[in-house]
């Protein structure tokens, strides 16, 4: 059964870059859609990203222009790449697959998802 693991979770300072890692050791993530999503305790999940695998993009309004999504098919891994965090950013973040090619919607709901990482603890303090 397809497993993702995430990685690259840290303490960053407000306005700084953290990259996010997402891979498989047992599945060909380029058969797949993967989003990334955040959650703080207490509330909902909320989607941050979706990269296609026919390198479609969605971002939420939150991270547009500051978030990156990408593929590195050699190394079966997505990346998020964070620049200029901000505190409110702090959170869990999980990568998902909806277990076929594309993206479910662009609102990125997390109940379309079935698949998920463990997640990894993104901390955006001074």
């Known amino acids: 059964q397809l497993q993702l693991v995430e990685s690259g979770g840290d303490l960053v300072q407000p306005g700084g870059s953290l990259r996010l890692s997402c891979t498989s050791s047992?599945?060909?993530?380029?058969?797949?859609?993967i989003g990334w999503f955040r959650q703080v305790p207490g509330k909902d999940r909320e989607g941050v990203s979706c990269?296609?695998?026919?390198?479609?993009?969605y971002y939420a309004n939150s991270v547009k222009g500051r978030f990156t999504i990408s593929r590195d098919n050699a190394k079966n891994t997505v990346y998020l790449q964070m620049n200029d965090l901000k505190p409110e950013d702090t959170a869990v973040y999980y990568c998902?697959?909806?277990?076929?090619?594309?993206?479910?919607?662009?609102?990125?709901?997390?109940?379309?998802?079935?698949?998920w990482g463990q997640g990894t603890q993104v901390t955006v303090s001074a």
């Open positions: 990269n296609s695998a026919g390198d479609f993009i």
């Open positions: 047992n599945d060909d993530l380029r058969n797949y859609a």
């Open positions: 998902a697959t909806p277990r076929n090619p594309a993206c479910p919607t662009i609102i990125l709901e997390p109940y379309e998802y079935d698949v």
